[in-house]
T-cell receptor
């Protein structure tokens, strides 16, 4: 069974440019998460979806970040415009449901470098 | 902000030795989880311990939870070079969200 798929794996852009990350969760997983991980730190939740509904986006910087999960399957996270401080690894995860006891399965992440 | 804080931040041991890492948290929890992250790879769930449990085992892993002290420990016995990774504790919070700590970077030397 395929795991969580993310693309691209690496992205280098100049500041003020837009960038988008794509995630395909494990089949059957209703809940999808986007995390940001800075170097040497743990992941921090940006947004989570239950099917196509964003149930928690309080940590998403809405002035420049947006996300969608239109059909309740794959998801896209966008940054426009990117800033130097956005350089980090963006992780996508999925789980069977919202309850915290559901194991989250993580993708390999997209490493973003903003120059 | 991160609720869980791991200690030590970094740990270096020889293959075959045991590795112990600790996690402290601030607010009451329903469960606590440990994840492992190898260099350049995604996180992998290791074990979950519920707030009414005090100890749990999985293979060479042993996790303890002390809710009175708001702390947990992860013990890896008979460590192997392949155990080299960062280990994160994650606690659930309001709304069933997981909050990760800053991690312990474990180096197991062959």
């Amino acid at each position: 069974e395929a795991g969580v798929v993310q693309s691209p794996r690496y992205k280098i852009i100049e500041k003020k440019q837009p960038v988008a990350f794509w995630c395909n969760p494990i089949s059957g997983h209703n809940t999808l998460y986007w995390y940001l991980q800075n170097l040497g730190q743990g992941p921090e939740l940006l947004i989570r979806y239950e099917n196509e509904e964003a149930v928690d986006d309080s940590q998403l910087p809405k002035d420049r970040f947006s996300a969608e999960r239109l059909k309740g399957v794959d998801s896209t996270l966008k940054i426009q415009p990117a800033e130097l401080g956005d350089s980090a690894v963006y992780l996508c995860a999925s789980s069977l449901g919202l309850a915290s006891y559901n194991e989250q399965f993580f993708g390999p992440g997209t490493r973003l470098t903003v120059l | 902000s991160q609720q869980g804080e791991e200690d030590p931040q970094a740990l270096s041991i020889q293959e075959g030795e045991n590795a112990t890492m600790n996690c402290s948290y601030k607010t009451s929890i329903n469960n606590l989880q440990w994840y492992r992250q190898n260099s350049g790879r995604g996180l992998v769930h290791l074990i979950l311990i519920r707030s009414n449990e005090r100890e749990k085992h999985s293979g060479r892993l042993r996790v303890t939870l002390d809710t009175s002290k708001k702390s947990s420990s992860l013990l890896i016995t008979a460590s192997r070079a392949a155990d080299t990774a960062s280990y994160f504790c994650a606690t659930d919070s309001a709304g069933n969200m997981l909050t990760f700590g800053g991690g312990t970077r474990l180096m197991v030397k062959p």
